[in-house]
Nanobody, 118 residues
């Protein structure tokens, strides 16, 4: 079992940047696979980026080159650096994890709102 807590969301202008953090506590084995998903109002929850236990990464096509997922295992923290933000990136962003590579993993955070607007 693992508990995931996201932070770093907020309001940003188009072209701006934000860094999301997800701090995990509990079983470290449940943090082998970690990912960020997002859900806009009235839409399904989509994978944004994932990082496996071997540190291979996977990105949604529309965020490639703009977003970077990373992890600090010593701090049990997952990050999502988001640059060149667009209004269509507006959504609730969720941290996700599991003990093996699984889309989505079993464990979810509560979500953090990201709003891109002028």
């Amino acid at each position: 079992q693992v508990q995931l807590v996201e932070s770093g969301g907020g309001l940003v202008q188009p072209g701006g940047s934000l860094r999301l953090s997800c701090t995990a506590s509990g079983s470290s084995a449940s943090m082998y696979f970690m990912a960020w998903y997002r859900q806009a109002p009235g839409k399904q929850r989509d994978l944004v980026a994932a990082i496996t236990g071997s540190s291979s990464t996977n990105y949604l096509d529309s965020v490639k080159g703009r977003f970077t997922i990373s992890r600090d295992n010593a701090k049990n923290t997952l990050y999502l650096q988001m640059n060149s933000l667009k209004p269509e990136d507006t959504a609730v962003y969720y941290c996700n994890s599991d003990s093996f590579n699984r889309y989505p993993g079993r464990y979810w955070g509560q979500g953090t709102q990201v709003t891109v607007s002028s």
